[in-house]
C-alpha cells in the first residue's frame, strides 16, 4: 500500500526508463508535483531523488505513472541491494531469452532476402524452389512474430509514449520497424498498390532492427549490472549473522538482533559483523576494502575496530557500539549510492538537448521521406522509406543517457574501492577543477599525535606541578596538543588537581578556576589577550619559535607558570602528496590555527610558500575565501572541528575520515585513511572521471550528429553513401556499449 506522509526528501525506484527521453519526462512530472523544488532522475541507476517541502509521496509515485513508467519508495533495507541484483538478474534472463527467440526467427528471414544479395546463385536457388511469394509469407509470418513476442515491448511503451504525444526511444523502434513491416505487408498483400520499381519487402530490415536493439539491451543491461560492482563487493562483506554471548553462552544470531553493548565473538578468518571497542583478544585486522590500507592493523583491548573488516590472525571479543544503518559500512554504501544517484552539472547540457531531440528525430525522419519522394521520384516510395527507417533507428538517445551516470557509478565505486568517498556527486566535477589545495596542519599534513618535548618552568613552580595543572586543563579537550599534555602526565602518574568553571575557546586556549584561583592554558596571542605578562618566559618562547616548535603556555592569575613545547612529527605520505598534486598543477597553501614559527617549519620542510599561521577558526573561511580571489577554485583539507566552516567555504571540502564527525559532515569528499596522498588520488579520479565522460558526450552526440545525415542520404547524390536500418540498427546499438564500455574503464584507475 502506498504510504502518504510529508516530507523534505524522497528517493523513488523507476522502472520503465529506456532513455534520456524517459529521464526528461519524469523528471518534468516530478518537477510540476506540489511541494517539488527540485527532482533529479539518474538513468543509470533508475533512481529519482526529489527535495522540497511536505512532499507528497503519493502524488509522486502518481505523477511518475501518469507519464507511462512504474515507480516506488526507495526501500533502504539491508537486503534490498540483495533484491535489486536479483530484479536485475531477472531483467537480464528475460532480455536473453527474448534474444535468443528474436535471432532464432529472424535468421531464416535474413538468410532468406539477404541471401540472395550475397549469393547471386542463392536467389534464383529460391525462386526456383520457394518463389517469390512464399518466401516473402515465410518472412511476413516469421517477423511478425519476432514483432509480436520477443518485440512487443518496443511497441506497447512506444505507442503509449506517442499517444500522449512524448515520444521516446521505444517509440523510435517501434515506428521504424513498425513501417518496414507495414510497407512490406502491403507489398506482399497488394502489390498492384505499388509501381513495379517499388515492390520490395524489407522484413528483414523489421526483424533485424528488433533483434539488434534487444542484443544492445541485454550487452547494456550486461554492462550496467558492472557498473556497481563497488556496491556489491562492500555490500557482500557485511556478514548476515553474528557469534554472541546469550545467557553464559556463545550463539549465532541474525544481524539485525544484535545489540549495543552486546559481546561479539570473532575466530580468525572471519569479518568483523559490527562496530565496536576490542574488549578481549588480539588480533591483526585487515581494513584494506573500507579504507583502501594493504597493511593489516594490529587491534588489541580498548582498539576500535568496524564492522566489514577481516580478522586475520587472533580470535577477537567485541563489544557492540554501532549496528545496522548507523556503522561505518552502512554510511559508506550509502554514501557511494547517494554519489553514484547523482547528476552533474554538465549533464544539463544532456537534458537540454534530449528534451527535444527524439520529436526533432521524428521531424527529420518525415523530412526525409518527402524530400525523397519530391526530388527522387526515381527512387520511389521504397527507398525514401529505407532512408526514413535508417534515421529513426541511428537516431535513439540511449547513448546521450548513458554518458554521464554511468561515469560517475564506477567513478563513485572505484572511488570507495580506494578509501575515497564521494558524499556528493558534484564533487566529482568540482574537484576535477580546484586550482589550489590549502591544507591544515595537526592531524593532516602532520601526524596529529603530537608529543612533548619541553617544559620551561617560571619562578619556583616545578616541572610536575605544572604539567599536573595544564594536564587538568585539557582533561576535556580531544585537540591532539591536549592528547600530548595528558599522555606526558599519565607516563609520570602525576595525578591532576580538580577544576571549576571549565571553558574552552576553540582556537585560542582554556580557562578555570583552582581553590579561587583562575588558570589559563593556550596559545601566545590568547595569554596576551589575557594580560599575562610572558616577558619572565621570554627566551624560552624565543628559543621554541625558532626551532619551529608549537608551544603552549600556562598562567596562575594572569602569572606566567611555565612554557611547553609539542613536537608534532610530518606525516610521511605527505611529501609524495603534495608533489603529486604539484605534478597536477595545483597550487599548495597551509591553514592553521599554530603558530608562524611551527607553521612556517613544516611548510619550509614540505615547500609550502602560502602559509596562513594563526588562523582562529572563525577565520578559516575568510582564508578560504582570500585564496579563491588569489588563485582560482580551492578545496580545504582538515580533520578538526575547527576546521568545518573552512570545509564548508571550499569549493571542495575534503575531510580526513579519522577527523571529527563534524568535519566529516561539512565536507564533500571523505578521506577512509589519514593519507593526504589519497588528496592527490581524488583529484585524479575525479578529472578521469570527468574526462570519461566528455569523451562519452563527444561519441554520444558525434555519432548523432555524423550518422543522422548520412542516414538521411544526404550524401547519396554526391558520394553514394547510404546507411540501411538493418546497419543502422546495429551501429545505435554499439554506441551504448561502447559508452558503457567506456566508463567501464574506470575500474582500472590506479590513483
Known amino acids: 500500500m502506498t504510504q502518504t506522509a510529508p516530507a523534505s526528501a524522497l528517493t523513488l525506484s523507476l522502472s520503465g526508463l529506456t532513455c534520456a527521453g524517459c529521464v526528461r519526462k519524469v523528471e518534468t512530472a516530478l518537477s510540476k508535483t506540489q511541494g517539488v523544488q527540485h527532482a533529479s532522475v539518474n538513468f543509470a541507476t533508475s533512481r529519482a531523488q526529489v527535495t522540497g517541502e511536505n512532499l507528497d509521496e503519493a502524488a509522486l509515485i502518481s505523477a511518475v505513472e501518469g507519464v507511462g513508467f512504474e515507480a516506488e519508495r526507495y526501500d533502504p533495507a539491508p537486503d534490498r541491494a540483495a533484491r535489486e541484483e536479483a530484479d536485475k538478474a531477472r531483467e537480464r534472463a528475460g532480455l536473453k531469452r527474448q534474444l535468443i527467440l528474436a535471432a532464432i526467427l529472424t535468421l531464416p528471414v535474413f538468410v532468406l ?137 556463545i550463539v549465532e544470531r541474525a544481524l539485525e538482533t544484535i545489540i549495543r553493548g552486546d559481546q561479539v565473538h570473532v575466530r580468525p578468518g572471519e569479518r568483523l559483523p559490527v562496530d565496536g571497542v576490542v574488549a578481549d583478544g588480539q588480533s591483526y585486522v585487515d581494513e584494506s576494502m573500507l579504507t583502501g590500507e594493504p597493511v593489516p592493523v594490529l587491534k ?136 589550489v589545495a590549502a591544507f591544515d596542519k595537526t592531524g593532516t599534513l602532520t601526524e596529529g599525535r603530537p608529543t612533548l618535548t619541553t617544559i620551561q618552568t617560571a619562578g619556583d613552580v616545578t616541572e610536575e606541578g605544572a604539567l599536573a ?172 572541528v575547527n576546521d568545518a566552516a573552512a570545509l564548508a567555504e571550499a569549493d571542495v571540502g575534503v575531510a580526513m575520515g579519522s577527523g571529527s564527525d563534524i568535519a566529516v559532515e561539512s565536507a564533500d569528499v571523505v578521506l577512509m585513511r589519514d593519507d593526504p596522498a589519497k588528496v592527490a588520488a581524488a583529484l585524479g579520479l575525479s578529472r578521469a572521471t570527468l574526462n570519461n565522460i566528455k569523451q562519452n558526450l563527444v561519441w554520444a552526440f558525434g555519432y548523432n550528429a555524423l550518422l543522422i545525415p548520412v542516414a538521411a542520404g544526404v550524401f547519396t547524390p554526391v558520394f553514394g553513401w547510404s546507411l540501411s536500418p538493418i546497419f543502422a540498427a546495429a551501429a545505435m546499438a554499439a554506441s551504448s556499449v561502447c559508452v558503457l564500455s567506456n566508463a567501464l574503464r574506470l575500474r582500472g584507475f590506479k590513483g
Open 469 to 640: 595543572l595544564a594536564a587538568a586543563l585539557e582533561h576535556n579537550s580531544e585537540h591532539p596538543i591536549a592528547r600530548a599534555v595528558l599522555k606526558a602526565a599519565e607516563e609520570r602518574t602525576i595525578s591532576l588537581p580538580a577544576l571549576k568553571d571549565w571553558r574552552a575557546e576553540t582556537g585560542f586556549g582554556v580557562t578555570a578556576n583552582l581553590d579561587d584561583h583562575s588558570v589559563a592554558l593556550g596559545s601566545k596571542r590568547y595569554m596576551k589577550r589575557l594580560g599575562v605578562d610572558l616577558d619572565p618566559v621570554a627566551s624560552a618562547i624565543k628559543e621554541l619559535d625558532e626551532s619551529g616548535v608549537t608551544l603552549i603556555i600556562l598562567a596562575r592569575d594572569a602569572q606566567v607558570q611555565a612554557v611547553f613545547g609539542v613536537s608534532d612529527p610530518i606525516r610521511p605520505g605527505a611529501f609524495a602528496a603534495l608533489d603529486a598534486l604539484r605534478r597536477q598543477g595545483v597550487k599548495i597553501a597551509m591553514i592553521t590555527g599554530d603558530g608562524d614559527a611551527p607553521a612556517h617549519a613544516v611548510g619550509r620542510a614540505l615547500g609550502i610558500d602560502d602559509i596562513r599561521a594563526e588562523t582562529p577558526p572563525d577565520e578559516k573561511y575568510q582564508a578560504v575565501a582570500s585564496l579563491r580571489k588569489a588563485y582560482g577554485p580551492v578545496a580545504f583539507i582538515g580533520d578538526g
Open 300 to 435: 588489541s583491548e580498548g582498539d576500535a575496530v568496524v564492522g566489514g573488516s577481516m580478522n586475520t590472525n587472533g580470535a577477537l571479543t567485541v563489544r557492540t557500539e554501532r549496528t545496522g544503518a548507523d556503522t561505518v559500512l552502512s554510511q559508506i554504501i550509502a554514501m557511494v549510492e547517494h554519489a553514484q544517484g547523482a547528476k552533474l552539472p554538465i549533464q544539463s547540457l544532456v537534458d537540454r538537448v534530449t528534451g527535444v531531440f527524439v520529436p526533432a528525430v521524428i521531424a527529420i525522419a518525415l523530412i526525409t521521406f518527402f524530400t525523397w519522394l519530391m526530388f527522387a521520384p526515381d527512387a520511389g516510395v521504397s527507398e525514401a522509406l529505407v532512408k526514413a527507417v535508417a534515421v529513426l533507428i541511428i537516431a535513439c538517445p540511449c547513448a546521450m543517457g548513458l554518458a554521464t551516470p554511468t561515469s560517475i557509478m564506477v567513478g563513485a565505486g572505484r572511488g570507495a574501492e580506494l578509501g575515497v568517498l564521494f558524499r556528493h556527486g558534484e564533487a566529482l566535477q568540482g574537484l576535477s577543477g580546484i586550482r
Open 113 to 249: 532476402e539477404m541471401g540472395g544479395h550475397m549469393i547471386p546463385g542463392f536467389h534464383h536457388f529460391i525462386m526456383n524452389t520457394l518463389g517469390q511469394t512464399l518466401s516473402g509469407s515465410i518472412q511476413f509470418v516469421l517477423t511478425t512474430l519476432v514483432l509480436a513476442f520477443p518485440g512487443r515491448r518496443f511497441f506497447t511503451l512506444g505507442g503509449k509514449a506517442l499517444f500522449r504525444l512524448a515520444p521516446e526511444m521505444n517509440a523510435l523502434v517501434a515506428l521504424g520497424a513498425g513501417a518496414a513491416w507495414a510497407y512490406s505487408t502491403l507489398v506482399l498483400l497488394a502489390p498492384e498498390l505499388f509501381p513495379v520499381e517499388a515492390r520490395h519487402i524489407y522484413f528483414e530490415a523489421a526483424a533485424m532492427i528488433t533483434t539488434l536493439i534487444l542484443a544492445g539491451r541485454y550487452m547494456e543491461a550486461r554492462a550496467k549490472g558492472r557498473t556497481s560492482a563497488a556496491i556489491r563487493k562492500l555490500i557482500g562483506l557485511r556478514p548476515q549473522t553474528a557469534r554472541v554471548e546469550r545467557d553464559g553462552e
